[in-house]
């Protein structure tokens, strides 16, 4: 079945970094888009990056703009999120998840990976 696993999570202080990683299975990697979602307590999840399946065109959330690098190894079956200057306001549980090109919603997604930055 489709899994996708986060790792790399941890405790940072401000202006440190990290790098998150989302190993793929159950599934053709390289055909799906992916993304990056937080959510922090008490607040709805959002959007954070994400990367196309072919041309590997990205997107971000203006929050994390030049700070965060989203990219993918097909051959890893695997994801990353390269995140710098971190802040106290990253502090969230970080998800990835896949789409379809072209659709709307993301379908499948992981357990999540927990990103405490200390001020």
């Known amino acids: 079945q489709v899994q996708l696993v986060e790792s790399g999570g941890g405790l940072v202080q401000a202006g440190g970094s990290l790098r998150l990683s989302c190993t793929a299975s159950?599934?053709?990697?390289?055909?799906?888009?992916m993304g990056w979602f937080r959510q922090a307590p008490g607040q709805e999840r959002d959007f954070v990056a994400a990367?196309?399946?072919?041309?590997?065109?990205?997107r971000y959330a203006d929050s994390v703009k030049r700070r965060f690098v989203i990219s993918r190894d097909n051959a890893k079956n695997t994801v990353y999120l390269q995140m710098n200057n971190l802040k106290f306001e990253d502090t969230a549980v970080y998800y990835c998840?896949?789409?379809?090109?072209?659709?709307?919603?993301?379908?499948?997604w992981g357990q999540g990976t927990q990103v405490t930055v200390s001020s």
């Open positions: 159950g599934f053709a990697f390289r055909l799906y888009d």
């Open positions: 990367i196309t399946w072919s041309t590997e065109d990205t």
């Open positions: 998840a896949r789409r379809v090109h072209g659709s709307n919603e993301y379908s499948d």
